[in-house]
């Protein structure tokens, strides 16, 4: 009796990345400045502001353009990304006049994990914060169990929004 074995292709199945769109730029300005008008103030950060925001945040801008709109009540909405484990996750942080954080949204989340980021109780721990103050994944921040990654990242991209505020936007 002779026996046959098939191979079976395995390097044919591939590990899909799981991308997720939450919300929108213009969804996450309603939600964020509800019944205020939003104007586009973006800005082209220059080589003194990204070494200034690095100094105070420890973390480096990854883009030189900066997403920014101001609300009629003179607050601020900031769209930005950080790198989770592999791919980008697209985030805003909502701003008072003052710089203090009134709330934080994840936008689009393409990691096949860590989606819990989106978890309103963690981004809660945000609001509240500003420049200057501690705000660092794992003390201030709760770092989430299987969004390891995801939770710091983000907590240091608010912490790098935040000091964007103070030393690009406060001023005007």
């Known amino acids: 009796m002779t ?50 925001i690095r100094k105070a945040s420890g973390v480096s801008p990854l883009s030189r353009q900066l997403k920014a709109w101001r609300a009629s009540s003179g607050g601020w909405l900031i769209i930005d990304e950080v790198i989770g484990k592999h791919e980008f996750i697209t985030y805003a942080v909502a701003l008072s006049s003052t710089g203090v954080l009134k709330s934080m949204e994840i936008l689009d989340y393409r990691e096949s994990y860590g989606g819990q980021v989106r978890d309103p109780r963690w981004r809660a721990q945000f609001v509240g914060k500003r420049a200057g103050n501690p705000l660092r994944s794992g003390s201030e921040i709760k770092t989430i169990s299987g969004a390891t990654l995801s939770s710091t990242h983000v907590t240091d991209g608010v912490r790098r929004l935040l000091a964007t505020y103070a030393i690009v936007l406060a001023g005007g």
């Open 3 to 52: 026996k046959k074995f098939v191979l079976l292709p395995l390097s044919l199945v591939a590990i899909e990345a799981q991308a997720t769109v939450y919300m929108t730029p213009e969804q996450a300005q309603s939600i964020m400045f509800p019944g205020e008008t939003l104007r586009p103030s973006f800005r082209t950060l220059d080589a003194g502001q990204i070494q200034a």
